[in-house]
């Protein structure tokens, strides 16, 4: 499979991830939590809730698909609108390393957790 294969992949799922997730993740977490609507849970359900792989696995997925499609983005922007085409290996380079660094930062963070 090529690599642009999995690029699209990722980029795909990312935008779905941003799509769908993050609006009910930032009601729950920004809004209904803060204003009450939802109790907010203590330290010890937050600690209880992450020791469990599936609520890690989707902390993943929220942090890391988004940032390929991100990468994705950035690097058509930075290629077609900034006209950065004599560029273009360092701009993948540096939009989908960044993505793959903040990739790797989430999986060491939430596997590394208590």
């Given at each position: 499979?090529?690599?642009a294969?999995i690029l699209?992949?990722?980029?795909?799922?990312?935008?779905t991830?941003?799509a769908?997730?993050f609006?009910?993740?930032?009601?729950?977490?920004?809004?209904?939590v803060?204003?009450?609507?939802?109790?907010?849970?203590?330290?010890?359900?937050?600690?209880?809730?992450?020791?469990?792989?599936?609520?890690?696995?989707?902390?993943?997925?929220?942090?890391a698909l988004?940032?390929?499609?991100?990468?994705?983005r950035?690097?058509?922007?930075?290629?077609?609108?900034?006209?950065?085409?004599?560029?273009?290996?360092?701009?993948?380079?540096?939009?989908?390393?960044?993505?793959?660094?903040g990739?790797?930062?989430?999986?060491?963070l939430?596997?590394?957790?208590?």
């Open positions: 499979m090529r690599l294969a699209w992949l990722l980029f795909s799922a990312g935008g991830v941003a769908l997730l609006p009910a993740h930032l009601f729950v977490t920004g809004l209904a803060p204003l009450g609507w939802l109790p907010a849970p203590g330290p010890a359900a937050l600690s209880g809730l992450l020791a469990h792989p599936l609520a890690r696995l989707y902390l993943f997925l929220l942090i988004p940032l390929f499609h991100w990468a994705r950035f690097r058509y922007t930075l290629r077609d609108g900034l006209q950065l085409t004599h560029m273009t290996l360092a701009v993948e380079i540096a939009c989908y390393g960044a993505a793959a660094a990739t790797l930062l989430a999986a060491y939430l596997l590394t957790l208590p």
